[in-house]
């Protein structure tokens, strides 16, 4: 079972930067993908980045160039650098883990509690 913590939300100004960690435990799985999500009130939860062990990312296009996922694979630690922080980037904001034995096996997936983050105009 994929445990995992996340940290680094809070409240900020219109324009300004906030770190997003997400720390991932009990995994064995050789393949894996981590990512966060967000979820404003009222809307679907939508995909902000994610990243692959080999360290490829994806970015949805509301936060390409303002937004910058990384990872640590000896900590099975993600990082979710944001930058340019809009009002309509508040959500609260999930990590995912999805994992695999192999690229033909089905992928499961874990998800953090969630970290609000809140950006004032």
């Known amino acids: 079972q994929v445990q995992l913590v996340e940290s680094g939300g809070g409240l900020v100004q219109a324009g300004g930067s906030l770190r997003l960690f997400c720390a991932a435990s009990?995994?064995?799985?050789?393949?894996?993908?981590m990512g966060w999500y967000r979820q404003a009130p009222g809307k679907q939860r939508e995909l902000v980045a994610t990243?692959?062990?080999?360290?490829?990312?994806t970015y949805a296009d509301s936060v390409k160039g303002r937004f910058t996922i990384s990872r640590d694979n000896a900590k099975n630690t993600v990082y979710l650098q944001m930058n340019s922080l809009k009002p309509e980037d508040t959500a609260v904001y999930y990590c995912?883990?999805?994992?695999?034995?192999?690229?033909?096996?089905?992928?499961?997936?874990?998800w953090g509690q969630g970290t609000q983050v809140t950006v004032s105009s």
């Open positions: 995912k883990f999805s994992g695999a034995y192999s690229p033909a096996s089905r992928f499961n997936d874990y």
């Open positions: 009990g995994s064995t799985f050789p393949i894996n993908l």
């Open positions: 990243i692959t062990n080999g360290g490829l990312p």
